[in-house]
Structures are given as C-alpha cells and as structure tokens.
C-alpha cells in the first residue's frame, strides 16, 4: 500500500512540478481556482463519511473553520528556509495525505513552502528535499498512530473538524489577491510578503472579464474531479467486496 502511494507522489513530482511552477508564475489566477475547487469538492466528499450529524459535531465544525480561517493569515508568504521549519513541513504535510480530503500540497501551500519544494524539485535540489522527506517519514510512523486512535474513539467528531478546517483554509487559497507589501527573499527577487483576498474586477477595459469564467470553470473541473474519483474509489471498492463474500 504505501509502495503504491509513494509511487505516486514520486509521478506526479516528475511529471507536474515543471509545469506547476510555470502556472503559479504566470498564470496563479487559474492553478489557485483549479486548487479551490479541489479542496471544496473534498468538502464535500468527507462530509459524506460522518455517519450521523449532531449539535456537538456541527460546533466542531465551526470552530475549526473560524480557527483555521484565521490562522491561514498569520502564517507569512515568506516563511523561513531552515532545516528545522523544511522538516515540519515535510511532517505535516504526510500527515495531511493520510487525512481524508487534506492533500500534503494544501500544507505546504497553507506553510508557504510549496513553491519552494516544488523549486527544489526542478532544480534538483536533492539536500532540501531529503529533509523534507526525512521529515514525512516522521510524520507518517508517528502521526498514523493518533489518527488511528482519533478515528476509533471520536470519528464524526474529528471528520467534522476536517471539514471545518478546510472551509476555513479556503481563505488562503482564494485566487483573487492584492499585494500589500513587499520584500526581498533570499534569492534576490522582490516577492509579496503580505496580501489580502478581492473580488475580481467584472469589467477590464470596457469588456467583460473573461478571466472570471475560466477561473470558475477550473474551479468546477476541480471539484468535479474530487467527486468522481471519490466516486470511482467507492465503486472499486464494493467491487473488491463482492469478490470476497
């Protein structure tokens, strides 16, 4: 099992880092609307496993969402580059690909380290991502035990709490931006440092802003994938099911 899951974080960096950073560089717009809408279809697909909804686990809920929407902002664009914080990174984010609907991406997003892991990446920067897989490894033997433990004894209450937590994370992925300040990282370049959420401009010169349509419909392509993978996923699994009654 975790052979296969590997082998498939190990794909999808070869095969989409390159054009992943080409998008948040040119074209951030329209990956972040793609992104949007995958955590908002994943949303929608964990909800479906809380077995039965009750005041307490709605409270959860909206804690969680109010926590995280809040949270999101403090955590700067530019966080630091030192082994200790690529380790966390690194930790948390293995730990979010064993949650259900949480991807290890959405972290290093949420952490301001996924452009920067996938920079190593492209550039073969073999020392930072050692460290941020030593770190994954950590999370994955130690974090599966709590999860496990989570998932037994309060398992509507802690998916409830997912759920808020990515309601409320959605502040971060939100792809309408407007820079407020600005500063210098480490490689010389002038970055943002602090942003804040706006509402697309409907108009762009006299004309419609055409930008808003594409952006909604990568948006729904992206919860749309969610929802039939998770669909395919359910149906493979009764089929495997079957096979052994």
């Not at 999101?72 to 690194?90: A, K, M």
């Not at 996924?114 to 999370?139: H, K, P, T």
């Not at 037994?152 to 994370?169: C, E, F, N, P, Q």
């Amino acid at each position: 099992f975790l052979l296969a899951v590997l082998a498939g974080i190990a794909l999808a960096v070869i095969t989409l880092a390159r054009g992943l950073s080409w998008m948040l560089e040119n074209q951030p717009v329209m990956i972040w609307s793609f992104f949007f809408g995958l955590i908002l279809g994943s949303v929608f697909t964990v909800s479906r496993r809380v077995k039965r909804w009750s005041p307490g686990r709605w409270l959860g809920l909206i804690l969680a969402a109010v926590a995280a929407y809040h949270l999101v902002f403090l955590v700067p664009l530019q966080t630091p580059e030192t082994w200790w914080f690529l380790f966390l990174s690194g930790f948390l984010a293995i730990c979010a690909m064993i949650l259900p609907g949480i991807s290890g991406a959405f972290i290093l997003v949420l952490l301001g380290k996924y452009e920067y892991v996938l920079q190593a990446v492209n550039q073969r920067q073999f020392g930072i991502l050692l460290i941020v897989a030593v770190g994954a490894v950590a999370g994955l033997i130690s974090f599966a035990q709590i999860l496990c433990w989570l998932f037994k004894r309060y398992h509507d209450l802690t998916v409830a709490t997912l759920i808020g937590l990515m309601l409320g994370s959605l502040r971060r992925i939100w792809p309408w931006k407007e820079n407020l300040e600005w500063a210098w990282n480490r490689h010389g370049e002038l970055v943002p440092s602090l942003q804040r959420n706006i509402l697309p401009a409907l108009r762009i010169e006299g004309s419609f802003n055409t930008e808003i349509l594409v952006a909604a419909g990568l948006g729904l392509a992206g919860l749309i994938a969610v929802i039939v993978l998770e669909r395919l996923a359910a149906t493979d699994e009764c089929a495997s099911e079957a096979c052994d009654l």
